[in-house]
């Protein structure tokens, strides 16, 4: 079951919001949920990863992210958060997420697992 993102909207810069993750059975067939986001006028091939979390808590951010970005997970609501603070102008884009496997410390996204996105727009 493909996952459902939520929480986008538009911003100003030094803004925050917190992104939503839904994915029925997360927590009993994945090991871990990925966050990536697609800058406007890039392909889908041109994502970004943003964060990762192991269904036990393991975590790992992209540099541009780390300090201002929060990944968490609600496994008794197969739900999985990034909490986005101090949020800046080159974090506009699609955000998406995918269950995964967990392996050396990074989330695999399984193919074919992806959302349908939201967009989170951060104006100066």
């Known amino acids: 079951v493909q996952p459902v993102e939520s929480g986008g909207g538009s911003v100003q810069a030094g803004g925050s919001l917190r992104l939503s993750c839904v994915a029925d059975?997360?927590?009993?067939?994945?090991?871990?949920m990925a966050w990536y986001r697609q800058p406007p006028g890039k392909g889908p091939e041109e994502s970004e990863h943003v964060a990762d979390i192991s269904s036990e808590g393991l975590t790992r951010y992209e540099d541009s992210v780390k300090g201002r970005f929060t990944i968490s997970q609600d496994n008794a609501k197969n739900t999985v958060y990034l909490q986005m603070n101090n949020l800046r102008p080159d974090d506009t884009a699609k955000y998406f997420c995918?269950?995964?496997?967990w392996g050396g410390g990074v989330c695999y996204p399984a193919a074919g697992y992806w959302g349908q996105g939201t967009h989170v727009t951060v104006s100066s």
């Open positions: 059975g997360y927590t009993s067939s994945s090991d871990c």
């Open positions: 995918a269950p995964g496997d």
